[in-house]
């Protein structure tokens, strides 16, 4: 049997108070992160909330696979989380072998469910997620990493023509729960079975179109689904909210964690930011701009403290007419942008950060601490 859900979180899940709001402690919270060492082998980890990720990528500049090579220039910055795309855990083999402390995964994002959810279907799905999981809890439990298992934006498996003006399908929902509570089962069952110490595996689903059903009442993964599952996590795409204002962007996350059910051993907030970005494109191809409306956003997303917040991506994926959009940190050219700068330079400074804590405090950060420094660290940060 596995440990008990409280010590599965893990040092991610930890949620002390902000770094910059000292006082009390919550009688709730659970145990500092000093006495629940995740990363063994990485004494000085903590959750670092910002990050970002590698999908297609139109380009590569080395002999290796293009999202290994991205995966190491993501590691160069000073990131210790990695979101690809996944088939096995021994595809994961070389990105294990990185300094990554969470990996945030597709791992069977298909709509083969959609056509017909059968009962082969259904077998498969359980008999793929059950194993990987096991694989994951068994071949990485000594490297003591986190490894989240979802999905590509699930709205549009609901939307399968991507017209916005229409609700979801009462029979795409019912199999889209069905697929999920599978998935879900499958990670339960493994955890439960496996003997484990210091890896975590944890589902999300990712909704996309929230404000559809938060201020026009669609049915929509996020009021349809999510309340008849038990994922553990919900990963929020969030182009349809990353430009509104602060105050509305926590009342989106607010609404999107709300439809969760609750779970045992899992902190309050369970959504984190699966994307949010502005292209090279959208900024006009001006570098300081993309980098202040980027960070503008981001910080805008650490004042609800998520767990994690992803930009997308490292490498542009989107090409349109031969042009590249420029939803990147390094360009087609191998030009860091300042955007990649920054978050570099942020890496560092939470880790400057986190060292005068623990020598302060003797612990490390939690999550919402590392939030509140981000946010406070991107304000101050004058345009470049």
Same mark, same amino acid.
């Given at each position: ?242 430009? /509104? +204002? $602060?105050? !509305?962007?926590? @009342? ?9 059910? *609750? ?54 994926n989107e090409v349109i007419d031969g042009e590249q959009v420029g ?36 612990? /490390? +950060? $939690?999550? !919402?601490?590392? @939030? ?9 940060? *004058?345009?470049?």
């Open positions: 049997m596995s440990s008990t859900p409280r010590f599965l979180l893990g040092v991610l899940l930890l949620f002390p108070l902000a770094l910059v709001a000292q006082g009390k402690k919550r009688p709730d919270q659970p145990l500092e992160m000093s006495r629940l060492p995740a990363v063994p082998t990485m004494p000085d980890a903590f959750p670092q909330v910002v990050g970002t990720q590698v999908f297609g990528p139109a380009y590569k500049f080395t002999k290796d696979e293009a999202v290994l090579e991205a995966a190491k220039g993501i590691s160069a910055m000073g990131s210790r989380i990695l979101k690809i795309n996944a088939d096995s855990g021994q595809q994961l083999t070389p990105y294990i072998a990185m300094p990554f402390t969470h990996y945030v995964l597709w791992y069977r994002s298909s709509n083969e469910w959609t056509k017909g959810f059968t009962p082969e279907l259904k077998r498969r799905e359980y008999n793929a997620v059950y194993h990987f999981t096991k694989d994951l809890l068994t071949r990485y439990d000594t490297a003591g990493k986190t490894f989240f298992l979802g999905h590509w934006e699930g709205d549009w498996y609901l939307l399968p023509d991507k017209d916005v003006k229409k609700d979801a399908s009462p029979e795409l929902v019912a199999a889209m729960i069905e697929w999920l509570s599978i998935r879900q089962k499958a990670v339960d069952d493994a955890r439960s079975e496996v003997s484990y110490a210091k890896c975590r595996v944890y589902t999300y689903a990712e909704v996309n179109r929230v404000r559809d059903a938060m201020k026009d009442g669609r049915k929509r993964l996020v009021n349809a689904v999510l309340p008849k599952v038990n994922v553990d996590f919900v990963s929020y795409s969030a182009y349809d909210s990353q430009l /509104l +204002p $602060g105050e !509305e962007i926590r @009342a989106t996350l607010d609404y999107v964690n709300a439809q969760l059910p *609750a779970k045992a051993g899992l902190p309050a907030k369970r959504v984190f930011i699966g994307e949010f970005g502005l292209s090279w494109k959208a900024c006009g191809g001006d570098g300081a701009k993309h980098d202040q409306r980027n960070r503008e956003i981001l910080a805008k997303f650490m004042t609800w403290k998520p767990a994690m917040a992803l930009f997308w991506q490292y490498y542009n939803f990147w940190l390094v360009d087609n050219k191998n030009n860091k942008t300042p955007l990649h700068a920054t978050m570099t330079e942020l890496f560092t400074a939470q880790e400057e950060a986190a060292r005068e804590m623990r020598g302060r405090t003797r612990r /490390l +950060p $939690g999550y !919402e601490e590392i @939030a509140a420094f981000s946010e406070n660290w991107l304000n101050a940060r *004058a345009p470049r």
